[in-house]
């Protein structure tokens, strides 16, 4: 009787499994009738930071339980594996494309960095959905979504007073603008930046004039054309001035990061210096993780630590190297090791930040610079012979402005921008005096004996005995 249960429960197991599977592929395949939609292309120095913000953001849609596809425009030369991954682990439908030619290239305030943008008309072609919310990577998603699919024929934000922004807007999918999108280009419409933004604001100049987007309650779609509310793009600049958000017009739904490429919220050193990149990081925490720069930022730490447990045993000096070299030499000599010295603290304290990889969360990116930083500045105190605590002022100062940048309870922006701009004004002077005990410790260093030959002194030849 006890086998016969327990052969029922197993079936009964099996049977569930089965249905969560068939459940599974059912979601799996099941077309929705609207699409959040990503642009994927080539050619950039930093195209893989936007592989990896695209992922965080469509994984943040899906947690957040968007009722929609999660679509990414790849241009061909996009890598199979990155293809892949979007589309086995993220559940994202992939569209290839052609590299829509730019005829704008040669404008004299053409930027490079948007040759390939204009791909994003290819979001007009996506005619099997209703609507289109059309992203840039550098959204942050604090809520569902969805009634953005209520929106007209074309939405957008406008984060300038009299410019939308196209970061994120809803377009309704069409052949027939498409066709005519493909047509201006061809013709030399006009485009203020040479852009995606300059392009789509010059065919929808009058976007400006049109009402205010709010959702129906009772969930139909409008058609013609809407402003959406600053929520669905707030400039994460107007977070720094109160530390919090205050927008008025709209739910405060998206964050966006335009401006400064290097600061974009996923880079490592973007925080603290935007206290908004640590939440960036913590979404990509809950959803794709850090596999990969883990472990290079592992080895790195490992490597570091063992350089510093070698120079607390290991004393090298150059007196071998330096001590026969001839009088006239000697101050050109010293002068050259005062400059290699001086070139080695620089080094010390750039070449970590460059080695760790570029996506790591800033905790962990920051903890791998300070180590590497001070392992490298430990050999080039004990080979120079230099008082190791000015060597490494530099250190703790950035060690102390970034406990003053990260302080979470400053009561506004400025507080914290006077707090940052006085610890400056009081650490400076102590770093600049470290520097002149540094060149003080380097000069001593060099005239010791042990170090070089005392200036002056020459090589004494052996006496011969021999009388004449």
Known sequence: MGLLLLGLLLLLSVIGD????????????????????????????????????TRVMLRSL????????????????????????????????????????????????????????????????????????????DNL????TDELFQCGQFCAVFINPCIFHTGLFVL??????????????????????????????????????????????????????????????????????Q????????????????????LKPWYWWSWPVLPLGLMWHNQRLQTIGY??????????????LSVLIMTLFIRPNMSKLCYRQPDKSLSLLQAGLKMIAMW????????????????????LGWMVYLLGSSALNSIVINVFLLPALHVLMPWIGISGVLVVMAYPWYSNGVIRALAVFFYAFCCAPVVWGSLMKVMAGLQVSLEREAFLPKMGDSPRLPQSNKQF
């Not at 077309?31 to 050619?43: D, I, P, S």
């Not at 998603?141 to 569902?144: E, I, P, S």
């Not at 530390?243 to 290097?262: D, E």
Request: charged share 20%; net charge neutral.
């Open 291 to 304: 596999g990969a720069e883990m472990l290079l930022a592992l080895a790195q730490s490992a490597i570091y």
């Open 172 to 241: 309704q999918p069409s052949m027939k603008v498409f066709k005519e999108m493909l047509h201006q280009l061809e013709i030399g419409q006009k485009n203020s930046d040479g852009a995606d933004q300059g392009f789509i604001t010059g065919y929808f100049p009058d976007l400006l004039d049109r009402p205010m987007f709010y959702p129906p309650s009772n969930g139909t779609k409008l058609q013609g054309l809407y402003r959406l509310p600053l929520g669905y793009q707030m400039d994460h600049s107007y977070y720094y001035l």
């Open 141 to 144: 998603f604090l809520q569902n």
């Open 243 to 262: 530390l919090r958000w205050s927008i008025p017009c709209g739910p405060n739904s998206v964050i966006t990061f335009p401006g400064a490429p290097w």
């Open 344 to 363: 080695s603290i620089l080094t010390a304290y750039v070449v970590p930040f460059f080695l760790i990889p570029k996506t790591l969360h800033p905790l």
């Open 18 to 53: 089965g249905v969560n599977g068939l459940e599974d592929q059912f979601n799996v395949v099941r077309q929705h009738k609207n699409a959040y939609v990503a642009m994927m292309y080539m050619g950039t120095p930093r195209d893989y930071e936007f592989y990896m913000a």
């Open 62 to 137: 899906a947690n957040l339980k968007a009722d929609a596809d999660f679509v990414v425009i790849a241009s061909t030369d996009v890598p199979r594996s990155w293809i892949q991954t979007l589309e086995k682990e993220d559940g994202v439908k992939v569209v290839r494309v052609e590299n829509v030619d730019n005829p704008y290239k040669k404008q004299a305030n053409f930027d490079r960095r948007f040759k390939l943008t204009l791909n994003k008309l290819y979001a007009w072609s996506l005619v099997k959905y209703d609507r289109v919310v059309m992203l840039d990577s």
